[in-house]
C-alpha cells in the first residue's frame, strides 16, 4: 500500500484545514487508516482511526474539533480539522494497518510522507 497525504498549510488559530490521504490498492476498505502527527522535538502521537467498518476513535484533544472520514470508492481518508489550535502545529502523517487498530504508530503497517499543518496565533 502507498499512502499519498496532502492538504497541509499554514491557517491562523480558530480556522480549518482538510487533509487527505489516497492509497493504492484494491483492498483500501479492508484496512484501519489513521492519522498521526508529529511536533518538533516531540514524539509522534496518535490523533484519529477509522475502522473498515466505520467506526472510529480520536485523541481526547481533538474530539469535537476533528473528523476522520472515507472514501471508499476514491480509496481516501480525510481528517477534517476545524477549531484550529496553535498546539496543532506538527506534520501530519496518514497511515494504514492490516489488523491493528489502536494508537500506537509501532504497530500501524503503512505511512505516507506526511503534510506540515502550521497554525499562528
Known amino acids: 500500500v502507498q499512502l499519498q497525504a496532502c492538504g497541509g498549510g499554514l491557517v491562523q488559530a480558530g480556522g480549518s484545514l482538510r487533509l487527505s490521504c489516497a492509497a493504492s490498492?484494491?483492498?483500501?476498505?479492508?484496512?484501519?487508516m489513521g492519522w498521526f502527527r508529529q511536533a518538533p522535538g516531540k514524539e509522534r502521537e496518535f490523533v484519529a482511526l477509522?475502522?473498515?467498518?466505520?467506526?472510529?476513535s480520536y485523541t481526547d484533544s481533538v474530539k469535537g474539533r476533528f473528523t476522520i472520514f472515507r472514501d471508499y470508492v476514491k480509496n481516501t481518508v480525510f481528517l477534517q480539522m476545524n477549531s484550529l489550535k496553535v498546539e496543532d502545529t506538527a506534520l501530519y502523517y496518514c497511515?494504514?494497518?492490516?489488523?491493528?487498530?489502536?494508537?500506537?504508530?509501532?504497530?500501524?503497517?503503512?505511512w505516507g510522507q506526511g503534510t506540515q499543518v502550521t497554525v499562528s496565533s
Open positions: 477509522i475502522r473498515s467498518g466505520g467506526t472510529k
Open positions: 490498492g484494491r483492498t483500501f476498505s479492508s484496512y484501519v
Open positions: 497511515a494504514a494497518a492490516t489488523y491493528y487498530s489502536g494508537s500506537d504508530a509501532t504497530h500501524w503497517d503503512y
